[in-house]
């Protein structure tokens, strides 16, 4: 496809009106107008508070389009005043609107339609969009609804959004046009102090990328426009010419809180759709794992299969269950990809098979860390086959992914680096092939892997070649799925307790990839342990008195991967923080109903109150007893915390140092780099 | 800055008149110290330059720099013998990339003190650590005039194999002047012909700047083709290391490893003692080279300098323009 411009096309305005040229839907949580003349939404009002976020201020867009054109350059154009061909009441919570023979830049008429059902459900402000392309071109994205004037809320702190990613909460002020993307999170908060407005893709299926837009714009040819914050958000669906789609659902929902209560939203309708996967008993206990990494590209080749015993020999040693073995495979870590076969200089098939066997069964799982997402463009492989299935962009040219550096400072320096094609998931022909390379883990008899990366195409989002099995262009994370079922259906056939774990799979992935892997700091948001307080999550230990982040695992309820040497030494290199760590998951097994069974409310239920740096977090036993951890994050100084727990009966208090709990009133002297239990009998 | 490769059998003298005299005599010395070398203990015994200044050490045996002292300041630099290293280098082998030359594993040939402002180094032979030995000899010449330290060095690859990388001078154990109350930063210029300089603490935190997945221990390096030098700053005293002011024909870096790593990633603390769990807590620096010298040649590296101010960082970027 030759593409040598974009042009958008139809962005209606309409000057303010008066109410009596609106059509409102309301209850007694929402307020939607839209302006009769163009269709606009014009006011957005929080039904509860005095919040109005979206109020427009002399002009507003209705929705935008943004057309494939061969011929005509990118050129944003607003128009005057465009007249909506019908707005409808279907219902009393349900308006229909919809526009025809739309305008483009030049001026030309195009022979597409838009409807917009919009429906209000107990506070839900539901938008389902179709669109009719009769047109010879491709719509590249429609970007709808739009809320052309998004105001902050009365109490004037400044709107932050926020989004799930990577085991937490990302949030950045929405004057910095912050993207949000669905690929990652389904949903996004615009968040204010006390109040926020959830805005959600209503579909899990990833069935095309929609980007929650921030925009402070005006308008570019006319010096009499305010600057404003734009939010929208944009359905990048590839609306083939002469077809017809439905776009995905977007659902707006003010909230009152802080980004919990928005978070509630997401869980409730998650509810409805996420399928539970299985787990193995093991991982649903307390546990612990070691990542292990052997070999690298760079053919370090540095401890061989014969020698993986003696690390497992250290985990039975200390009550470790699982190494994440990394670098097994052919090239090592970062090479050969997808390649899942065994590295010749580490030693033979037969000595890693039987390595992790005995591993097994002296209860150390092996965890095969691999990736299936890249063809290392190096390897003949990839230049005699997995070219044919590699993503392109429009003009034809492969995406890549810049590949990783080890060790050497050639590789350090970014000279000699394995670079990856990104491959594409839409191609049934590419997840065969994957599946085949998956099936060589599976004979190895390892009771799980790692699908590092899992989270992520690169740089790639769609593919544009053509003769991958489908009208192009594909959406490449919309074939995660249906590759990790097909995958998950190979692994059923083996064993149905293999576990799937994956590096910060997104929260629609974790369906099939149900334990997380990653890394925290001390900004992290435990947002996925409150979504789903079972969920195996499991976290990076890798410094050498590493009380801070264990502390953070337990108030979090985490795993403990550890990592000494990242992740390159034996566990026993760090004796402070295997100790410590120890410790933790003994607590953890004694006090199992409180810290490891209950739900984790994070710091709802409760304060705590202390004269140092602290934080804390609460749980809920299936018995309505609660808990709370609470983490002295001072480096050498002891705290005193006072918990602020609304009826509480009798409270208890345990630590790592000294797990026999013994009574207390809510005041606590925790000493420092340390954390307390406070458990209610 | 000269670098010099050349086939061996295209040698020829005129190009190369320091280096000559600095190989005729290192090759008699070479063949003086080895039989007498190879028997000894580890820092048997040091080898010195000292002036009013500075003082460095290295070891007679190994070859390994094992002290420095900022004498006017009584900042002790390096002070832990043991943790002295001499140099590395990568010599990829046909059908396995990893191939490193440790100079910790390596015996000198010569350690010998020429003058008082001069110390020779040879290594001949080496020890790689999956190719057997290799027909390299660095020869390395170590000087000190008013103060100031340059290290010259020549790599005479007599093997088949391309040297991609060379790290010298190598110093193990750079030292904050105290582990209590000192902070230490790298300043260098983000920039080059700018003024501007741009600090990266060291001590007592330590930020990994390269992927975890592809390093040991938390690592910092910074292109000297940006700066010409590196400013290792604590307060009111530093450590100025250059490359001679002079553009080089190959890419150079100043690369920092805090060893064993950091107490906490949460903090990023290094472990505020000489050890931890027994394990020696020190920062590695070294100048690291990318040659990608061709087999059968001879390279002079580019000379490094090295030398103590006092004052902050101003002071010390000011040394360039000397």
Redesign the interface.
Known sequence: MLVVGFFFAIAVLSTASAQADEMMLRDDKLLAAFDSDSGALIRLENGTTPWVADRQSGLAVPFRLNMFSPEQKHDFVYREKHHTVGMQRISGQKIRLQWKDLVDEQNKSLPIVLTADVTLTNGALMFVTTVENNSPLMIESVDYPYLSDLNEAPEGTPLTVKHLWYGSLPSEDISRKPGVQSKQSLFCLIQSTNTGLYVEMHNPTQPYLLNFIFDRTSLTKSSNSPVRTEFHTSHVAYVHPDSTITLAPVVMRFYRGDWHAGVDLYKAWRATWFKQPHLPAWIQNVNSWEQL?ID??????RVPYTNLITYAQQCIDNGVSAIQLVGWNHWG??GGDPAQDIEL?LGTWQQLHDFIAQSQDRNVKIILFAKLNWADLTMPWYTNELYKYECTDPNGNRYEQGG??????????N?DVHRRAVMDFCDPRYRDIATKEFEKILALGSEGWLWDEVCHHASALYNFAPNHGYNPPGYIYGGDLPLSAQLRAAADKVNPDFLFSGEGPEDWLCQYFPCSYF?I??GSVPVNRYIDPQEPLVV??????????LN?ILMNRYIIEYE??????HLT????TLAYGKKIDALRRRYKTYLWDAEFRDTLGATVTSDGSSRYSVFLTASGKRALVVVNME?SKSITARLDLPHPGKLIVATPEHPNAIPTDGRLKIRARSAAVVMEQ | MDVITRERKHFKPRMLPRVTRFLSTSLVLGALCIAGTAVQPAFARDVTLEDHVVLIAFDSHSGALTRFDDKATHWEVERRPKLGDSFRLFAPLPNRRWNPVLGSKQTATAVKKLSDHEILLQWKNLVSENGGVLPLTLTADVTLTNGVLTFDAILENDSSLMVETIDYPYFGDISPPSRQSTNMAVWTMPHTNSDILVSDEIYSHFHNEKGYWGVFWPTKIFEASRSPFCLIQAPGKGIYVGVGGVSSAYRLQYTFEQHPGLMSSITEMVPPADEISGIPVHLEFRMCHLIFQKPHSVMKLAPVVVRCYQGDQHTGSDLLKH
């Open positions: 990494q690298s590209p760079e053919q370090d080749f870590q970062d200089g990783y550096q080890y060790f050497t400072p050639t590789q350090l320096a000279i890394r700091n001390a990076t230990v890798l410094g050498f008195d590493d009380r801070e982040i953070l000494p040497y990242n992740f390159k030494g290199d760090f004796p402070l480096f």
